[in-house]
């Protein structure tokens, strides 16, 4: 179908406005086909609507043919002869258009079904999209926490050779220790969350839960956002469902009209007459054949009426579905957009946050140098750090969140 192949476009060039975004995107790339060609979900859409555009040949038919066979008990005496058994097939014709108009009704429900499967696609490609940014931001932190554990022992071997010449405590030492504890827990439970993730992205894609799901190694905001163009927003196939449902509650009322002119009937009586004995004339035990023409005329009509003023007010219904769900995905936009600016305002403030902590690490080093380091003061960088470094994956996360948000309502 010509309006299939246009959809599959269209789902295809939203897969590459999601791809276009990022730099080193090939392995969402092909964990975003293979959830495609697997999911179960997008499956069942297409199912649903093979199953209604199969309805089409269900709905081009006539009536069933009716045939009947009648014996004479007591046979009446005719002129000719007397009648032994009849013989009767009839079958009645819907209206002119009727057919092709319960046709053209299918056709428009399977047209909304099919949107069905296009905003099911989408949906199924922002969250793998999703799945993966939130991965990566789980591997990255683990990433920063490992770091400064690392970070965290060099001082504690620091404050070792502090204590032996007696320039520390051993509570120092101490307090390091149980501060590279509490951060390997914070990896382990992030870790754990990480098996989760994958779980759900491995689910997404129709795979065994424990498949390994690896992530790029870094991403970083791009200097300049995509242009965003709200007006492809009146067009996202969420409401070109309505549209579409709009259509077919069109066509069942043409079909509603249809239904409600005339039926036509055409019929044949064979009636098998025997001759009459002792005589002799030319329509001696003639048989009957007797040619009929019948009409069903839907004189008590308020059924007819009743559909046509409900497919009106569905019609209204639809109308206002419409207007609700516009207005939803126009607040989901906005919140997404405004969402994304604040992520890389806090991008922007971690980074120069980031920059001040290492520049007082290295203040602090100096100081050890001259004999003069303050734990209490490392260990305050050091979690103002962490902090920084925390904030900045995060907000690079929530930059692609956003951003897979707006691709699924803008492309």
Not at 31 to 53: G, H, M
């Given at each position: 179908?010509?309006?299939?192949?246009?959809?599959?476009?269209?789902?295809?060039?939203?897969?590459?406005?999601?791809?276009?975004?990022?730099?080193?995107?090939?392995?969402?790339?092909?964990?975003?086909?293979?959830?495609?060609?697997?999911?179960?979900?997008?499956?069942?859409?297409?199912?649903?609507?093979?199953?209604?555009?199969?309805?089409?040949?269900e709905v081009n038919t006539i009536p069933?043919?009716?045939?009947?066979?009648?014996?004479?008990?007591?046979?009446?005496?005719?002129?000719?002869?007397?009648?032994?058994?009849?013989?009767?097939?009839?079958?009645?014709?819907?209206?002119?258009?009727?057919?092709?108009?319960?046709?053209?009704?299918?056709?428009?429900?399977?047209?909304?079904?099919?949107?069905?499967?296009?905003?099911?696609?989408?949906?199924?490609m922002a969250s793998?999209?999703?799945?993966?940014?939130?991965?990566?931001?789980?591997?990255?932190?683990?990433?920063?926490?490992?770091?400064?554990?690392?970070?965290?022992?060099?001082?504690?071997?620091?404050?070792?050779?502090?204590?032996?010449?007696?320039?520390?405590?051993?509570?120092?030492?101490?307090?390091?220790?149980?501060?590279?504890?509490?951060?390997?827990?914070?990896?382990?439970?992030?870790?754990?969350?990480?098996?989760?993730?994958?779980?759900?992205?491995?689910?997404?894609?129709?795979?065994?839960?424990?498949?390994?799901?690896?992530?790029?190694?870094?991403?970083?905001?791009?200097?300049?956002?995509?242009?965003?163009?709200?007006?492809?927003?009146?067009?996202?196939?969420?409401?070109?469902?309505?549209?579409?449902?709009?259509?077919?509650?069109?066509?069942?009322?043409?079909?509603?009209?249809?239904?409600?002119?005339?039926?036509?009937?055409?019929?044949?009586?064979?009636?098998?007459?025997?001759?009459?004995?002792?005589?002799?004339?030319?329509?001696?035990?003639?048989?009957?054949?007797?040619?009929?023409?019948?009409?069903?005329?839907?004189?008590?009509?308020?059924?007819?009426?009743?559909?046509?003023?409900?497919?009106?007010?569905?019609?209204?219904?639809?109308?206002?579905?419409?207007?609700?769900?516009?207005?939803?995905?126009?607040?989901?936009?906005?919140?997404?957009?405004?969402?994304?600016?604040?992520?890389?305002?806090?991008?922007?403030?971690?980074?120069?946050?980031?920059?001040?902590?290492?520049?007082?690490?290295?203040?602090?080093?100096?100081?050890?140098?001259?004999?003069?380091?303050?734990?209490?003061?490392?260990?305050?960088?050091?979690?103002?750090?962490?902090?920084?470094?925390?904030?900045?994956?995060?907000?690079?996360?929530?930059?692609?969140?956003?951003?897979?948000?707006?691709?699924?309502?803008?492309?």
């Amino acid at each position: 179908m010509k309006y299939k192949s246009i959809h599959i476009k269209i789902v295809l060039a939203l897969g590459s406005c999601f791809l276009s975004l990022f730099v080193n995107a090939q392995q969402l790339e092909t964990l975003i086909d293979e959830a495609l060609e697997n999911n179960p979900e997008i499956q069942k859409f297409e199912l649903q609507y093979k199953r209604v555009s199969e309805k089409v040949n269900e709905v081009n038919t006539i009536p069933n043919t009716e045939f009947g066979v009648g014996y004479f008990v007591s046979e009446p005496e005719t002129r000719t002869g007397a009648q032994r058994f009849k013989v009767s097939a009839k079958q009645m014709l819907p209206w002119f258009g009727t057919i092709t108009s319960r046709e053209n009704y299918v056709s428009a429900l399977a047209d909304a079904k099919y949107e069905d499967i296009v905003i099911a696609k989408r949906k199924l490609m922002a969250s793998v999209a999703q799945s993966y940014y939130k991965l990566y931001a789980n591997k990255a932190k683990q990433d920063v926490l490992a770091q400064n554990i690392q970070l965290l022992k060099t001082y504690e071997t620091l404050a070792l050779t502090s204590v032996e010449v007696g320039k520390a405590s051993a509570v120092d030492v101490l307090r390091l220790q149980m501060r590279q504890n509490e951060l390997q827990q914070l990896k382990d439970v992030l870790y754990q969350q990480f098996l989760s993730e994958q779980t759900n992205l491995n689910n997404l894609l129709n795979r065994e839960n424990d498949v390994e799901v690896t992530v790029v190694d870094s991403l970083t905001i791009p200097i300049e956002d995509f242009e965003i163009n709200t007006e492809n927003l009146s067009v996202h196939s969420e409401l070109l469902k309505y549209d579409k449902l709009y259509q077919s509650i069109e066509q069942s009322e043409l079909l509603n009209q249809k239904e409600s002119s005339p039926m036509i009937g055409f019929g044949l009586d064979y009636i098998n007459v025997s001759e009459r004995p002792d005589m002799n004339f030319s329509d001696n035990g003639k048989d009957v054949v007797m040619p009929m023409v019948s009409v069903s005329i839907p004189i008590f009509n308020k059924k007819y009426k009743s559909i046509s003023k409900q497919n009106e007010l569905e019609q209204q219904e639809i109308n206002y579905q419409k207007q609700e769900r516009l207005n939803s995905l126009k607040t989901m936009l906005d919140k997404a957009i405004n969402d994304r600016i604040s992520a890389r305002i806090s991008n922007t403030t971690a980074t120069k946050n980031i920059k001040q902590a290492k520049d007082a690490e290295q203040i602090l080093i100096k100081s050890y140098e001259t004999g003069t380091i303050d734990f209490n003061d490392v260990l305050d960088i050091q979690e103002l750090q962490l902090k920084f470094q925390m904030g900045q994956i995060e907000a690079i996360k929530n930059y692609y969140l956003q951003s897979t948000i707006i691709n699924y309502l803008i492309q």
